[in-house]
């Protein structure tokens, strides 16, 4: 692969990021800060913060995705601090770790900067006031890195002691703990379809259903250090960077690795992104490069290759560069592929090894297709006698024939076989339904006694004419549940032209169901589903589509009435709903009161954060999320009184009904550690309060001051 363009920044790049107005932020490890132009690498703007970073394999430093605030660790790691890009001025820092600071991060819709340490602890900072406004779960060990979900829904920590948090942003609650890794998880990245990649200091890469929380996937062929990953535009492609400077690619839909050396470098790759309206990799190296690569290189090569039917070199292009296989191009020449195979076999069935070969020709120099080719022509060396057999009535023999070579149950005389089956079949069985032909259905079928796989249909059909009745009656009456409990007892039943009938009547319900779903037709949708349900190829399906339809009618519904509780419930159930014209307008609506109640929570004012949060008191999937900003708030109150030497009384109950109705939040712990420092004689002891907590706390037990 050759790179689109590069520049040299001589340091190590330490971040990557394309911001929302297109603009790319370069930081290197002397957090010299540079935003340019992405087609010529201009300098757009920049500053120098002069922190030197020594180790930066994890996220020491983060930008908002608008440009307006940045994060670093200090130096010395015993810090993680927020910044204004405009202003350049310190917002806040966090300096409360136990032990350094690890990671920071900024969430994709700009509300808060993360703090990640060596105590397993993860500190959220409102990005407005810079105070701090929740913790994260716990980890036991070091936070070695935190994602976020695209829509800001979710965050996860990864941590030394080899486990995942996943926390909703939403809800503000805590999902699960992922446990597979053998060692400590390093990097985790957020996928479409409810996928999570995460990956360990063993180089052990898990992909992950976050529904389920179960392990969909691990990645083979890693050998190296994995230093950074990112995905190509809908998360088709995987890239992972390595110590060793190379990039690794996966499909992410089969999670097959496409090359363990889709790119080269000289120097260690330190961090990655993907510009996704040019299809472009961008890597940033130890050395201080910064260099761009199309992942369709080559695909304006295929084209001309493909008119002059040079097929050796198209496949040469495609081991070259496997991401081409995935072009319109490599369509076309798969399907001329598999005419030419369809073709090259009729001519075999014909016996024309010649003309087959002939045909083949434009592929010979095609390894992986010459391969296929030698097998196709050694398959068919038996063909001969297959038909011969065959034409002969020698049923048994030919039959086997089939089964040793597979591919001839493609061909037109194994068709003809099998037609001859069916309707030598359906004639006994409409033999058996009269006692006095049925010797005539056993003379039918002698020719098929000594096949393996159809003995055992005959025996059945044979003795076994009542059950046919039955089955017959069953689906005149579309008794269908009765029909799939006679098909499970007795096989030859699928034999019979009944449940060719049947199977088209299911498929047919479907491509129905579907149609209506397209026009949101949800009420009839539901009536065929019930139908569909006793199908049991469909069982699954049914279940899971009639239970989303019903969630999103219940939503419809509570949209229509303007019952805002039960939408924003039913939003937490079904997440997909957050992505239709409604539900997005709803989280819109939430994120922007939750922003105004933050800035009353921030001055103190519970009667402000009380007036705007009052709609969603009973919305209970909000509750700890509301519970939560006044958490914050009442801790603003707390901290301003003690600044202003409030009597030790005054804030000893302050301290004692925050414990009672938030419990032992990371918050009143460190407020604690200060008051006693400042009011030594207390003898307030917090582990003998009575302790509420933020999920049992509710809107009744709101008041305009926790002193009071």
């Known amino acids: 692969m050759e790179p689109v363009k590069s520049k040299d920044f001589k340091h190590a790049i330490i971040l990557l990021k394309i911001l929302e107005d297109k603009r790319i932020i370069v930081i290197d490890k002397e957090t010299t800060i540079r935003f340019l132009d992405q087609e010529n690498f201009k300098l757009l703007d920049g500053f120098k913060v002069n922190i030197k970073h020594k180790y930066y394999k994890g996220s020491v430093t983060a930008f908002s995705s608008n440009g307006e605030n940045f994060a670093s660790l200090s130096a010395d790691c015993k810090e993680s601090r927020l910044f204004s890009a405009k202003t350049k001025k310190l917002i806040a820092k966090v300096d409360r770790h136990q032990g350094e600071s690890s990671c920071v991060s900024i969430d994709p819709l700009n509300r808060y900067m993360f703090s990640g340490g060596e105590d397993g602890k993860t500190f959220a900072i409102d990005i407005k006031s810079g105070k701090l406004i929740f913790t994260l779960p716990t980890h036991v060990d070091t936070i070695n890195d935190i994602s976020f979900s695209s829509n800001g829904n979710w965050v996860a920590t990864s941590s030394y002691d080899r486990k995942i948090s996943l926390f909703s942003l939403v809800t503000m609650t805590p999902k699960i703990k992922l446990k597979a890794h053998a060692a400590p998880v390093i990097k985790s990245r957020f996928l479409t379809k409810h996928r999570l990649l995460s990956v360990d200091k063993n180089s052990s890469a898990i992909i992950w259903n976050i529904s389920t929380s179960k392990v969909i996937e691990r990645l083979n062929g890693i050998h190296d250090d994995i230093i950074d990953i990112t995905t190509s535009k809908d998360d088709k492609f995987l890239f992972i960077g390595t110590a060793l400077g190379y990039v690794l690619v996966y499909d992410l839909d089969t999670y097959e690795l496409l090359s363990s050396k889709y790119i080269k470098l000289a120097s260690p790759i330190t961090k990655m992104a993907f510009n996704e309206e040019e299809h472009q990799l961008i890597l940033g190296t130890e050395d201080g490069f910064l260099v761009y690569y199309d992942i369709y290189e080559g695909e304006d090569k295929l084209k001309t290759m493909l008119q002059h039917k040079e097929f050796g070199n198209i496949q040469k292009a495609i081991d070259f560069n496997p991401i081409l296989a995935y072009t319109q191009i490599y369509d076309l020449l798969s ?309 202003e030497g409030a009597p030790q009384s005054v804030i000893e109950t302050g301290i004692k009904q925050y414990v009672s109705s938030f419990g032992l939040v990371e918050q009143i712990e460190n407020f604690y550690e200060l008051f006693k420092r400042k009011y030594k004689d207390t003898k307030l002891n917090l582990e003998l309060l009575p302790k509420g907590s933020l999920e049992m706390w509710r809107p009744a037990m709101i008041v305009r001051s926790i002193l009071d």
């Open 335 to 643: 399907n001329f592929w598999e005419n030419t195979l369809k073709k090259a076999k009729i001519a075999l069935e014909h016996h024309n090894k010649e003309k087959a070969m002939l045909i083949f020709n434009a592929f010979k120099d095609v390894p992986s297709k010459n391969k296929i080719i030698q097998k196709t022509i050694a398959e068919y060396a038996e063909f001969e006698k297959f038909t011969t057999l065959a034409k002969n009535g020698k049923l048994a023999l030919a039959y086997s024939l089939a089964n040793k070579h597979p591919v001839y149950k493609e061909s037109k005389m194994y068709a003809a076989l099998e037609k001859r089956w069916k309707s030598t079949f359906i004639q006994a069985q409409k033999f058996t339904l009269d006692p006095k032909l049925a010797s005539q259905a056993k003379d039918i079928l002698a020719p098929y006694r000594g096949i393996s796989e159809k003995t055992v249909l005959i025996q059945e059909l044979l003795t076994k004419s009542e059950v046919y009745r039955r089955f017959r009656t069953a689906i005149g009456q579309k008794d269908f549940k009765i029909c799939f409990e006679l098909i499970k007892q007795h096989k030859f039943l699928k034999e019979l032209p009944e449940y060719d009938v049947l199977t088209k009547y299911a498929d047919n319900l479907y491509l129905k169901v579907n149609a209506l779903l397209e026009k949101d037709d949800t009420h009839s949708a539901i009536k065929l589903l019930r139908v569909l349900s006793v199908f049991e190829d469909f069982k699954d399906e049914v279940k899971e589509l009639t239970r989303t339809i019903e969630i999103k009618q219940k939503f419809y519904m509570a949209i229509e009435n303007d019952d805002i509780a039960t939408a924003y419930n039913l939003m937490v159930q079904e997440e997909e709903l957050g992505e239709t014209k409604d539900g997005k307008k709803l989280q819109e609506i939430w994120y922007k009161d939750q922003m105004t109640a933050n800035g009353f929570a921030v001055n103190g004012d519970a009667l402000g954060v009380k007036k705007v949060l009052d709609k969603y008191t009973t919305v209970s999937s909000k509750l700890v999320a509301i519970a939560t900003i006044f958490a914050w708030c009442y801790m603003v109150q707390l901290e301003e009184k003690a600044r």
